[in-house]
């Protein structure tokens, strides 16, 4: 033990005071019959006497030391505690007081401080982003986030498209990434959570690289989840994928006048397929308590239920990411009721905008025995509730994606159009899939429309369409193709010359690369759907223009027109409507198209993909297991 110098000042004091007595004693003759008396008597009382002296003088001994070490020690202690209170920046200029005596309740305090220090700092930091109302997303934070709300947990995602995909390149095998916002909005949660992806392999080496249990890690140079594949046959693939789910309710869902069809062998392979996915997924989940499970798509309406009839304790989140239709229109569907009954297995439905949520509760009202409670947006039934809101889906624009304009230049559009073959001074463009629903034939003829109402024009502006075939092997893909190019050749041949033609069709699948010098170079981006749930494209092109230029014209029936305030909105099946926007937007001022811009870069750099999963992730986890008890009905 370390004795202070209090201490050793006190004892000294003390024996000089017994010394100085001793002198007195011997200056008067008194020593020697003291002594005598108090060292060499055998009397009981004498002996009692030093006895007594002699506790008196340990007793006096360890008061001091308390008083004059421990107390000094415990109080550099409270002073160093009051110092970690009052301090204004979480740093604390002293150290922890040394004494072996209060050692473990020095270690204790410490301890405490540094997590005092943790706490605010965070708080202080937490501070400082809401007074600067700072309310972006990136993939560091929604990792972090995804920790805290699974609380270590793995995270279950089921889609039919799988986040990556093995090619054979002669000897070599290839890991390709399919671009998708979807992968781009879940892989940080993976990646934070070590989660597992439930998908259907479909790449032709997929097969060679996965284990006995269909398992391979991914990302492949730096493991941190589980790609678990699903196998399905080309019949299969016929019935589930392209038949029920892509010409019966991709349609039925889009309202685009293009007639669903309904094949009950094609129902029965959806639910096979359904069933396949659900044994996968709770084979994947057994010794997992609650699990998170977040399900994508019309590919998995029946998932949710078989899920939750087998293992009642996982939160399970259904994301439907095309539109829902009126119940009306919904109702031609033969199997509306299974369907239906299937998507109420899910804790928590969402959809992109509150609009297709309400059309889901219409529709849900009208077709099954339950209870709707439309002011807090649930559905309960035989005992059990859902959540159905909406999560707008966006891409990854980020603070690495400043919203400031760049004062880099964009790419030369003379030289891009040049490279197709043509001169003109303005450029229109146009990113889709050749889908009926994207409202391709009804942007083109309003873009005839433009070019008989201003001739002047014609030979000035050129619209390039980057269309990516699809979905061929259904005949009515294959028909709108040649519609496609039956109208650019009828357009064409009314207006091009030798130099110039109005129209480009470039059919191809198109990387990101190779859209991105468009989207930076357009006048205008023309989204022109006859019905989308979010439509991406729109987002993209913004997001894409940090020159702060460009004119996004934008269909009345897309979720992004709702959410993009400064985009010139069009009926697309309005031919004049749609020039009189090409015209507006090539002759707009400056000032307002670079306002506009800005307006619409906020509001996505604000509202990106990170924003979106943060918000369906968060939903799932504060869904209670027995959600009937929470819910107010």
């Not at 008067?28 to 009382?45: C, I, L, N, Q, T």
């Not at 223009?545 to 909105?569: K, M, P, Q, W």
């Amino acid at each position: 033990m370390r004795i202070s110098p209090k201490f050793m000042l006190a004892l000294t004091a003390m024996i000089t005071a017994v010394s100085s007595l001793f002198s007195f004693l011997h200056m008067h003759h008194y020593h020697a019959v003291f002594f005598e008396v108090f060292f060499h008597s055998d009397s009981p009382w004498m002996h009692t006497l030093r006895l007594f002296i002699e506790a008196a003088l340990i007793s006096l001994s360890t008061v001091w030391m308390i008083r004059w070490s421990a107390r000094g020690a415990i109080r550099r202690a409270a002073s160093w505690i009051k110092e970690l209170r009052l301090g204004s920046n979480g740093e604390v200029t002293g150290s922890p007081p040394k004494n072996t005596m209060i050692e473990p309740l020095t270690q204790e305090v410490q301890q405490l401080a540094t997590r005092f220090i943790e706490a605010r700092a965070a708080a202080e930091a937490e501070a400082r982003l809401r007074q600067a109302g700072e309310s972006l997303w990136t993939p560091e934070r929604l990792k972090e986030f995804a920790r805290s709300q699974l609380r270590e947990k793995p995270l279950f995602v089921i889609s039919y498209r799988e986040p990556y995909q093995h090619f054979r390149r002669g000897r070599q095998i290839e890991c390709v990434v399919p671009p998708s916002g979807l992968v781009t909005a879940l892989e940080p949660v993976l990646r934070a959570c070590g989660g597992t992806w439930i998908a259907c392999g479909n790449g032709d080496a997929d097969r060679e690289v996965v284990d006995e249990r269909d398992h391979v890690r991914v990302p492949p140079e730096e493991p941190l989840y589980t790609l678990r594949r699903v196998w399905v046959s080309a019949g299969e693939e016929k019935g589930h994928y392209s038949g029920f789910s892509n010409e019966g309710l991709w349609p039925l869902c889009h309202i685009a006048h293009t007639r669903p069809l309904f094949r009950q062998e094609d129902w029965e392979l959806y639910k096979e397929v359904n069933e396949r996915f659900a044994m996968a997924a709770l084979e994947e989940m057994e010794g997992t308590d609650e699990p998170c499970v977040l399900i994508q798509d019309y590919h998995f309406a029946l998932l949710p239920r078989l899920i939750k009839q087998r293992r009642p304790d996982a939160r399970v989140a259904l994301f439907w990411h095309i539109p829902w239709p009126n119940p009306e229109s919904f109702g031609i569907c033969p199997w509306k009721k299974e369907l239906i009954e299937g998507m109420l297995g899910a804790d928590l439905v969402g959809f992109h905008i509150q609009y297709h949520c309400n059309h889901f509760l219409d529709t849900v009202d009208q077709t099954v025995e339950c209870r709707v409670n439309r002011e807090h947006s649930t559905v309960n039934r035989q005992g059990h509730a859902t959540w159905v809101k909406s999560f707008p889906i966006s891409v990854a624009f980020t603070q690495d994606a400043s919203s400031a304009p760049t004062t880099a230049a964009p790419p030369d559009k003379i030289a891009l159009l040049k490279g197709l073959g043509v001169q003109a001074r303005y450029l229109g463009m146009g990113v889709d899939r050749i889908d009926y629903t994207k409202g391709i034939l009804e942007r083109f003829r309003g873009i005839e429309r433009f070019l008989d109402k201003y001739p002047h024009y014609r030979g000035e502006f050129t619209f390039v369409e980057l269309g990516a075939p699809s979905r061929t092997i259904i005949k009515r893909y294959n028909d709108f193709i040649t519609e496609v190019d039956a109208e650019v050749e009828r357009i064409n041949n009314r207006f091009q010359t030798k130099e110039w033609r109005p129209l480009i069709v470039l059919k191809k699948h198109h990387s990101h690369r190779d859209i991105e010098p468009f989207y930076r170079a357009a006048d205008a981006c023309l989204v022109t759907s006859l019905h989308d749930g979010m439509n991406l494209v729109a987002k993209e092109f913004v997001a894409a223009r940090n020159d702060g230029d460009g004119a996004l014209i934008l269909s009345n029936f897309t979720g992004a027109s709702r959410e993009l305030r400064g985009c010139l909105i069009v009926n697309p099946y309005d031919s004049d409507e749609i020039a009189e926007a090409i015209r507006q937007a090539l002759e707009m001022d400056p000032q307002e198209r670079a306002t506009r811009m800005h307006m619409m870069r906020e509001i996505v750099r604000d509202r990106n993909i990170y924003r979106w999963a943060s918000g369906l992730l968060g939903e799932l986890a504060r869904v209670p297991t027995k959600l009937l008890e929470k819910v107010p009905v």
